[in-house]
Nanobody
């Protein structure tokens, strides 16, 4: 069983930055591909970025160039650095973990990001 706890959300003005963190516990972090997803008001959950066990990254077109996903296997943590934030980035951001072999999937409880002046 994997537990994922997100932190770092909050209220930020347009153009500002936030760094989200997702701390993992309960299993070997390095064998999980990690990802960030978001769900805006009245919208479906969507991919923001993923990072594989080897460090390969994938980004949604809507955040490319503004967002960086990274992982620290020693700290069992995945990060999402978000810059040049826009009001349309307002959403609950969820951390996701997928076992690289068994494909077992886990979700965090989410952290709210609000971009508003």
């Amino acid at each position: 069983q994997v537990q994922l706890v997100e932190s770092g959300g909050g209220l930020v003005q347009p153009g500002g930055s936030l760094r989200l963190s997702c701390a993992s516990s309960g299993s070997i972090f390095s064998i999980y591909a990690m990802g960030w997803y978001r769900q805006g008001p009245g919208k479906q959950r969507e991919l923001v970025a993923t990072i594989s066990t080897s460090g390969s990254t994938v980004y949604a077109d809507s955040v490319k160039g503004r967002v960086t996903i990274s992982r620290d296997n020693a700290k069992n943590t995945v990060y999402l650095q978000m810059n040049s934030l826009k009001p349309e980035d307002t959403a609950v951001y969820f951390c996701n973990a997928i076992h690289k072999i068994h494909r077992t999937e886990y979700w965090g409880q989410g952290t709210q990001v609000t971009v508003s002046s």
